[in-house]
């Protein structure tokens, strides 16, 4: 039973968690920016030009927004929910997406029903409906195709009328608010170096010092090799000389001679020949057969010997 009741709360435990973490996540996204007069600016996927809301994810984690409300009546804080279950909907660390106020929601999951020119202030709402997470006071003097939102993407107060907010020299739909116009490090680079001669001796001077480190890194390690073989034979020595055992070593002329050796042996013209297992057999003319002569009879001619009496 106990052990039953600790998985169940670990189990709430568990969940509790994901929940905080989710609420602690979608509460790190921000209204960023918004255009309502758009004759110029940027399109939808439709070829329209109609007002627009961005939002900031500033946290360093993927936010899915899904289940979230984007509303313009604080009485109402539900009036569009962005849908759920739909892999555009999670926002990537320090990223930004886009909403169309076009009051066409039946375009798809970033056009939303409601519009900014009737709107007095923008609100982004938890996925609970109740909990406000950031808000934005819409103004009403913005020229056509002049954006308002943070001056830094993420940083300033969350009513939107505060500091950090500002009337932006440039729209800036689905991309950082500040340094759109600063110039990029191959840039500058390029006015101060137009011929490439400081990248190339940069990296000239990079190739040669990592050549040289190299050297005294191959020559370091060698001398410690040979000096650790030096140590090895010098402790051989030392333990054969104690021992009273000596190792003659082979002169020159041995090995000069075993090498010959395996020489011939592997030439096929110079390999031992086999004469033991060859039988030689040649005519020789003879008048006579010395078998027949008298110095090779096995008998000899008896004589008598006579008895003294």
């Not at 979230?68 to 660390?93: E, H, Q, W």
């Not at 996925?127 to 913005?142: E, F, H, N, W, Y």
């Not at 500091?163 to 800036?172: F, H, P």
């Not at 500040?178 to 940069?202: C, H, W, Y």
Request: aromatic share 10%.
């Amino acid at each position: 039973m106990n052990k039953l009741r600790l998985i169940l709360v670990s189990g709430l435990v568990a969940a509790l968690s994901v929940v905080s973490l989710n609420a602690q996540s979608q509460s790190d996204m921000r209204l960023n920016e918004l255009l309502i007069y758009n004759t110029s600016d940027f399109e939808d996927d439709f070829g329209f030009r109609n007002g627009w809301i961005e939002l900031f994810n500033s946290s360093y984690g993927t936010v899915d927004i899904g289940g979230c409300f984007l509303s313009n009546n604080r009485d109402s804080l539900t009036m569009y929910i962005i849908p759920k279950a739909d892999v555009l909907t999670k926002i990537p660390p320090r990223q930004h997406t886009l909403f169309w106020a076009d009051k066409e929601p039946f375009r798809g999951t970033f056009h939303i029903n409601f519009s900014l020119e009737e709107s007095d202030t923008v609100f982004f709402v938890s996925s609970d409906g109740r909990t406000i997470i950031d808000m934005i006071a819409v103004p009403k003097d913005l020229d056509t195709n002049i954006s308002y939102g943070r001056v830094e993407d993420g940083s300033g107060s969350v009513d939107g009328s505060g500091e950090g907010w500002s009337v932006l020299e440039r729209t800036s739909p689905s991309t950082n608010n500040a340094g759109v116009d600063d110039e990029t490090k191959s840039q500058v680079m390029a006015k101060r170096d137009p011929n490439g001669l400081f990248i190339t001796l940069t990296a000239m001077s990079v190739v040669f010092l990592a050549l040289i480190i190299l050297c005294f890194i191959f020559k370091f390690t060698g001398h410690i090799a040979v000096n650790k073989l030096q140590r090895k034979s010098s402790a051989a020595t030392a333990d054969s000389d104690a021992s009273g055992t000596h190792v003659k070593e082979t002169s020159a002329e041995t090995y000069a001679a075993i090498a010959f050796a395996l020489h011939l042996y592997q030439e096929e013209s110079e390999a031992h020949d086999n004469e033991s297992l060859t039988i030689t057999m040649s005519h020789t003319d003879r008048t006579y057969s010395p078998w027949n002569s008298k110095i090779y009879t096995l008998r000899e001619t008896p004589s008598v010997r006579k008895n003294p009496r």
